[in-house]
């Protein structure tokens, strides 16, 4: 699909979206009879906590379903350079889509522990498996109507854009093929079928039993915040000048950020731990080890001999030169043919 129609088709997934959770949030209430209702001070007094840890830790612990749902704050950040006014619109859709998320997300919340039959052992039984299909296939209406084809395509596009930006810079095998771009769509075609090819291959660990494909889910915040804290740790210790875009956060930019690192290092330590207190090797999490194997082959990959990008990689290739009739991308980007040319030309 180009550009235009995946934002159109975005605009109509995010107002049926709204449109749906509203309709919840509105008409269970008002057609759920009061005796099916639990009382405002069991919904907000009661705790239930089924996973034998303290109730500090369990609360804690419990942050990991809503910090996934609305994880992956910078995925519009992926698509910037498809966007218009990027260095204004993109920090926006940012903030807005993490605080509308938050928003519904809490009110239902607040909705579902309203419901008398709500239970908290049907939700916690196969944890994994149903956030995959939640993920995949939303719940209710909203799965009939649009989450079949809006979640998977939401987040393919943005990971396939990431993945494309990789391989720009030469940071991925066959980068020569991955970032090449399609001159029918102007999209990135090579990048998306190689970022669901991996996802497909992920997604086989279901097969190996929850504990590996739960691992798989909580490695999606894990690795998300040791990929957000390093380049915010590395701006402000990195001595280099910082000139700030149109869209900056002024004297509040050190604060926040000291304030960001801390809980995304507190969170991701408690992110490692167990459901329960001493688990079984079923029982076991082991986001640790998928994480730090990441690591060390990402590490092997950049120091490998000859190849490794210890011996090329210079940073981030610019891709737009201003004043140049060949603008277009440095090194790799410098191909062009009639049927592959670069993003940037493109858009």
């Known amino acids: 699909m180009g550009t235009r129609v995946l934002a159109r088709l975005q605009t109509v997934w995010i107002v049926l979206n709204i449109a749906l959770i509203l309709a919840v949030l509105i008409g269970l209430p008002a057609t759920t009879p ?7 001070s069991y919904a907000f007094g009661n705790f239930d906590d089924v996973s034998a840890w303290p109730n500090g830790f369990a609360f804690i612990l419990s942050f990991l379903a809503p910090l996934w749902a609305i994880g992956a704050f910078d995925s519009t950040l992926h698509i910037s350079e498809e966007a218009a006014n990027a260095n204004i619109a993109v920090p926006w859709a940012m903030i807005s889509a993490c605080s509308i998320a938050s928003i519904l997300g809490f009110g239902a919340r607040c909705l579902i522990h309203l419901e008398a ?5 049907n939700v916690i039984a ?4 149903n956030v995959a299909l939640a993920f995949c296939m939303g719940t209710d209406i909203d799965a009939i109507l649009a989450s079949p ?3 998977p395509l939401a987040t393919l596009t943005s990971a396939s854009r990431q993945t494309f930006a990789f391989a720009r810079d030469g940071a991925l095998p066959f980068s020569r093929w991955i970032y090449r771009i399609n001159a029918h769509t102007s999209t990135p075609v090579n ?3 190689f970022t669901a090819l991996m996802a497909a291959l992920l997604a086989l660990l279901a097969f190996a039993g929850p504990a590996a494909i739960g691992a798989v889910f909580s490695l999606a915040v894990l690795g998300q915040y040791v990929a957000y804290s390093t380049p915010i740790t590395a701006r402000f210790l990195g001595g280099q000048v910082f000139k700030p875009g149109p869209f900056n956060l002024g004297r509040f930019s050190l604060l926040v950020a000291i304030i960001a690192v801390i809980w995304m290092t507190f969170m991701s330590v408690i992110f490692v731990f167990p459901a329960s207190p001493a688990p079984d090797a079923v029982a076991m999490n082991y986001a ?3 994480l730090g194997g990441v690591l060390v082959l990402s590490v092997v990959y950049f120091y490998l001999p000859k190849y490794g990008g210890v011996h090329w990689f210079e940073g981030p290739r610019a891709n737009i030169y201003v004043g140049d ?12 043919n009639e ?5 940037t030309e493109q858009i």
């Open 191 to 193: 990048a998306v079928w």
């Open 117 to 121: 039959n709500f239970s908290l052992a």
């Open 288 to 290: 640790v080890v998928v």
């Open 34 to 40: 009061k005796e099916f209702m639990n009382s405002a």
């Open 339 to 343: 049927t592959n040319t670069s993003y």
């Open 325 to 336: 009739d060949d603008a277009g991308l440095d090194g790799l980007g410098r191909e062009k």
């Open 126 to 129: 196969l944890q994994g498996v």
């Open 149 to 151: 084809i809006e979640q």
